[in-house]
């Protein structure tokens, strides 16, 4: 069956580093668009970085800098660096699997916690 397992989430340091990842299985990796969103408490879920089958990469502007996304698709892994940690980063972090907005697949989320 399809499944999406993220890995890395803790807690870090304001100014810290943290590297997410999310192994896939179950479906053709390589064709899907892959993206990572989170959702604070109490907030909408919004997209943080997605990376296209081709490795053509996007982020919100706000996100733009600090974090990267990447994928290794011999592993079936997407990866999210994210440098400069801010408090306002805490939030669940989802890995999404998206093929031409027709089939979608999420993971069960990893918790991100920027605090001192």
């Known amino acids: 069956q399809v499944q999406l397992v993220e890995s890395g989430g803790g807690l870090v340091q304001p100014g810290g580093s943290l590297r997410l990842s999310c192994a896939a299985s179950?479906?053709?990796?390589?064709?899907?668009?892959m993206g990572w969103y989170r959702q604070a408490p109490g907030e909408q879920r919004e997209l943080v970085a997605v990376?296209?089958?081709?490795?053509?990469?996007n982020y919100p502007d706000s996100l733009k800098g600090r974090f990267t996304i990447s994928r290794d698709n011999a592993k079936k892994t997407v990866y999210l660096q994210m440098n400069s940690l801010k408090p306002e980063d805490t939030a669940v972090y989802y890995c999404?699997?998206?093929?031409?907005?027709?089939?979608?697949?999420w993971g069960q989320g990893t918790q991100v916690t920027v605090s001192s």
């Open positions: 999404n699997a998206d093929l031409n907005s027709v089939v979608a697949y």
């Open positions: 990376i296209t089958r081709g490795g053509t990469t």
């Open positions: 179950g479906f053709i990796f390589s064709i899907y668009a």
